[in-house]
T-cell receptor, first 113, second 114 residues
Framework: AQTVTQSQPEMSVQEAETVTLSCTYDTSESDYYLFWYKQPPSRQMILVIRQEAYKQQNATENRFSVNFQKAAKSFSLKISDSQLGDAAMYFCAYLDSNYQLIWGAGTKLIIKP | DAGVTQSPTHLIKTRGQQVTLRCSPKSGHDTVSWYQQALGQGPQFIFQYYEEEERQRGNFPDRFSGHQFPNYSSELNVNALLLGDSALYLC?????????????FGPGTRLTVL
């Protein structure tokens, strides 16, 4: 069975600085999708970025980018120019062949003004 | 373009009661998934509905059941509530065909069982 591990329960970063959140996963599949979601105190799960495993190019969405290392089964999220509104829980998720998302335990991101 | 909506926002029930949560998918989406998120944890997959059928199910007891209507909206029913059922219940929608791999979430329903 697939598993997703986020080893950083909490991270903090100074406003305007860059932070990287780690995620590793375990799977025997060769084709899959990976996601980062953000969950602010409002509770709504918001899509940050998605990566298709068959694409070698790392996904980028404005200030958010990923470092996808397929062989190492690593999928880290880099947030550049951190803003106060980035403060939230960040979850890494793997979409399995049954279309269900397998989630990590989350990383709480704190932005220091 | 309306996003995923869920009702109610909050709900308080007592042990042994039954509860129904509702979800309307994002416009153009036909597949609905339900997740349970306990406090301080990542979500856990309950089940997914596509074409009014339960397509996949996670490791949840039969007390958890669901339904999808012809307009693609969905209900999650939980019978014989236990204290451990207290959680945030998230609904997500996507398109069932190829390319519909990204799930979009509603604001959730916070269920408290006393």
């Amino acid at each position: 069975a697939q598993t997703v591990t986020q080893s950083q329960p909490e991270m903090s970063v100074q406003e305007a600085e860059t932070v990287t959140l780690s995620c590793t996963y375990d799977t025997s599949e060769s084709d899959y999708y990976l996601f980062w979601y953000k969950q602010p105190p409002s509770r709504q799960m918001i899509l940050v970025i998605r990566q298709e495993a068959y694409k070698q190019q790392n996904a980028t969405e404005n200030r958010f980018s990923v470092n996808f290392q397929k062989a190492a089964k690593s999928f880290s999220l880099k947030i550049s120019d951190s803003q106060l509104g980035d403060a939230a829980m960040y979850f890494c998720a793997y979409l399995d062949s049954n279309y269900q998302l397998i989630w990590g335990a989350g990383t709480k991101l704190i932005i220091k003004p | 373009d309306a996003g995923v909506t869920q009702s109610p926002t909050h709900l308080i029930k007592t042990r042994g009661q039954q509860v129904t949560l509702r979800c309307s998918p994002k416009s153009g989406h036909d597949t609905v998934s339900w997740y349970q998120q306990a406090l301080g944890q990542g979500p856990q997959f309950i089940f997914q509905y596509y074409e009014e059928e339960e397509r996949q199910r996670g490791n949840f007891p039969d007390r958890f059941s669901g339904h999808q209507f012809p307009n693609y909206s969905s209900e999650l029913n939980v019978n014989a509530l236990l204290l451990g059922d207290s959680a945030l219940y998230l609904c997500a929608s996507t398109r069932g065909g190829s390319g519909g791999y990204t799930q979009y979430f509603g604001p959730g329903t916070r269920l408290t069982v006393l």
